[in-house]
């Protein structure tokens, strides 16, 4: 199946949040429903504002949920990565699609037609459950966002940025908490509306005041401490 076998897509299905309840017939049998999909860096998956009919779960890799303007400019949403999914919306209420999605890091997904994710739907409830569930977190992160770009300066944007990151990915080592797959300068700055310039200078200054103990390419560790992780 392009390059994955069987076995292995099984595998990599069962550490999915979505089908963590499916037992090893019904994850053979999807296996067998679906079909694996490999994008390069760069890549459009998802064009904002175009029809939807796929359903998309991420295998390897990494993508990031954008809106784009005429002019260039674009709002980085989210970063979704291994077990992550998208394209739901576009199914469930036959709209276009809200937003693109482009490859950050060479990806391989896993993909189910508009026929395929309402037969598993109807013969799974408890993963339309988990999709809504999704859904409702993602809406409540969006009203942090819109409160953020209200309410926050620059810098108390990129550290809300920072602690949404560490909360979602991070994993606590001896230096701090660590998150690997970090966004570049560049998506951070799509991520809290500002350029690139800017959160560069903003992340000098938390390495200053060793709020950040190192950022580099995509590998980035905040500090921990004792109530948290900002002081």
Do not use: W
């Amino acid at each position: 199946m392009n390059g994955i076998k069987t076995t292995q897509l099984k595998t990599h299905l069962k550490d999915v949040p979505l089908f963590s309840n499916m037992n090893d017939a019904q994850l053979a049998v999807l296996t067998r429903t679906g079909d694996i999909r490999r994008f390069s860096k760069g890549q459009i998956i998802v064009n904002q504002s175009t029809p939807g009919n796929t359903f998309y779960i991420v295998i390897s890799g990494q993508v990031k949920v954008a809106l784009r303007h005429e002019d260039g400019k674009e709002i980085v949403l989210s970063l979704l990565s291994e077990g992550n999914f998208f394209g739901e919306l576009s199914l469930l209420d036959n709209d276009p699609r809200s937003a693109s999605v482009i490859v950050v890091e060479d990806a391989t997904l896993f993909v189910l037609s508009r026929k395929q994710f309402y037969q598993l739907i109807t013969a799974s409830p408890r993963i339309l459950e988990k999709i809504i569930k999704e859904i409702c977190t993602r809406l409540r992160r969006a009203d942090e966002k819109i409160n953020s770009l209200a309410f926050l300066d620059v810098y108390g944007r990129t550290l809300m940025a920072l602690q949404r990151l560490a909360h979602d990915r991070g994993i606590e080592t001896k230096h701090g908490i660590e998150i690997s797959h970090a966004p570049t300068h560049q998506e951070l700055s799509g991520m809290v509306g500002t350029s690139r310039e800017t959160v560069t200078r903003i992340i000098t200054v938390l390495k200053k005041n060793k709020t950040l103990v190192m950022y580099k390419g995509r590998k980035l560790i905040l500090r921990k401490y004792a109530d948290g992780l900002f002081p």
